[in-house]
C-alpha cells in the first residue's frame, strides 16, 4: 500500500479564493485589513517565515508592514512598539516573529497584543476563546492542520485522534479544535510513558513535535491519516507511507497553508473591527 499525499496548496488556494470575496465586501465598507509583523534580531527562520507572509499578502492585496527591531531592543523597548500599534487604527493586525531573544518575555509581549489584533492566536483571551469553541482566531498551524483534516474526507466525529506534541501554537489548540468536533482526542507529549501504544490506536496522528523521524511506521495504524506537521525536517520517518492512507508531505502538506492562514485570521480580524461578519464562509 502507498499512502495518498494530502497536499496544502489546494486547499490554500480554495481558501484564498474566498478571503478574495471577503476582502471585496471589506472594501465596500470602507475597511481595510492591514498586518504588522514585528521581528526583534536576525533568526533565520523568522525571517522566512516573514518573506512568505509577505508574499502571501501581496497575491492577496492585503498591506504588510514588517517592523524591525534590533535584537537588543529591550522588553520595555519592544512593549511601547507594540502598545503604539495596538492603538493605531490603521493596523488590524499584529503578530510577533519568534523566537524573540532571550532577554525579552516572549508570552508577556505576545499577551500585550490586544486580542482582536491577534491574528497569530496566542493571547490569553484568543486561547481562551478556542476553548470555549470559538476558532475565529485561532493559531494558524492549528487551524492548517484541522483544514487538511476536513479535506481527508474522513469523518472527524467520533474518530480516534492522537496528536504527539504539546506546545502553545499547534499540540493544545489542535487538540481543542478536534475536541471540538466531537473527536475522541489522546495528547502525547515527553511525559508520556509508552507513545507508540497511543498512536498505534489513531485513525487520525498529528505530530508535531520538531523531532525528525520520531514517527517509525510501526507506530502508525495502518490506513491513518497521518499529519505531519515537521518542519524543516518531517517528524514522520521514511517508510511510513507504506502504512499510511493519507499522508501529509513535508514539504508541501501544512506549510503551504500556514501563511493562509495567517491571512485569514487578518481578514476576521478586520472584520471584527469593523463591526461584525459579513457573507464569510469558513
Known sequence: MSAELLKGKPIADAI????????EVLAQRGATPKLVAVLVGDNEGA?????????????????????????????????????ALNADKGVTGIILLTPV????????????????????????????????????LAPCTAQSVLALAEASGREL???????????????????????????????????TKDTPSHTRNAEILVSATGVPGLIKPDWIKPGALVIDVGAPSPDVAEGAEEVAGI????????????????????????????????????
Open 16 to 23: 484564498k479564493e474566498g478571503l478574495r470575496k471577503e476582502l
Open 101 to 136: 531573544p532571550t532577554h525579552i518575555n516572549q508570552r508577556a509581549m505576545q499577551a500585550a497584543i490586544i486580542a482582536v489584533k491577534d491574528v497569530d492566536g496566542v493571547s490569553p483571551a484568543n486561547a481562551g476563546s478556542v476553548v470555549q469553541g470559538d476558532r475565529r
Open 157 to 191: 466525529k467520533g474518530a480516534e485522534v492522537v496528536v504527539v506534541g504539546h506546545s502553545e501554537i499547534v499540540g493544545k489548540p489542535v487538540a481543542l479544535l478536534f475536541l471540538d468536533l466531537l473527536a475522541t482526542v489522546t495528547v502525547c507529549h515527553i511525559g
Open 47 to 83: 525571517k522566512r517565515y516573514a518573506g512568505s507572509q509577505k508574499k502571501t499578502a501581496d497575491e492577496m492585496g492585503i498591506p504588510y508592514e514588517l517592523r524591525e527591531l534590533s535584537a537588543d531592543t529591550t522588553q520595555d523597548e519592544l512593549l511601547d512598539v507594540i502598545s
Open 247 to 282: 499522508l501529509t508531505p513535508v514539504p508541501g502538506g501544512v506549510g503551504p497553508l500556514t501563511a493562509t492562514m495567517l491571512m485569514k485570521n487578518t481578514v476576521e480580524s478586520a472584520k471584527m473591527q469593523a463591526g461584525g461578519s459579513c457573507c464569510c464562509s469558513e
